[in-house]
Nanobody, 125 residues
Framework: QVQLVEFGGGLVRPGGSLRLSCEVS????????MAWFRQAPGKEREFVSG????????FYRDSVKGRFSISRDLAKNTEYLQMNSLKPEDTGVYFC??????????????????WGQGTQVTVSS
């Protein structure tokens, strides 16, 4: 059974940076796709960024392009999300998610097989 645990959330001022980590335990296979989602109070969970098995393909929602960077270290079974130039609208609970295979709509949370418990990110002055 695959389990995901997120680290690195917190309170940061606008313009600041945070780095989230997601540690993966359990066996995953090539073809695995990892992503970050977030959910603000009263809003639906939304895709933030995703990365394929090799790390050669990365994906971002438009509002974070140029500010966020996703990466993964297969040797450490860890995924990262570097968040720079943070804005108040980035506030929310950030979830790590994984899919055994991803053939299309990576924006859809229903296409993921396992989730972390979430970590709070608050951007406020």
């Amino acid at each position: 059974q695959v389990q995901l645990v997120e680290f690195g959330g917190g309170l940061v001022r606008p313009g600041g940076s945070l780095r989230l980590s997601c540690e993966v335990s359990g066996r995953i296979f090539s073809g695995n796709f990892m992503a970050w989602f977030r959910q603000a109070p009263g809003k639906e969970r939304e895709f933030v960024s995703g990365i394929n098995w090799s790390g050669g393909h990365t994906f971002y929602r438009d509002s974070v392009k140029g500010r966020f960077s996703i990466s993964r270290d297969l040797a450490k079974n860890t995924e990262y999300l570097q968040m720079n130039s943070l804005k108040p609208e980035d506030t929310g609970v950030y979830f790590c998610a994984g899919a055994n295979n991803m053939f299309g709509d990576y924006y859809n949370p229903k296409n993921y097989d396992y989730w972390g418990q979430g970590t709070q990110v608050t951007v406020s002055s």
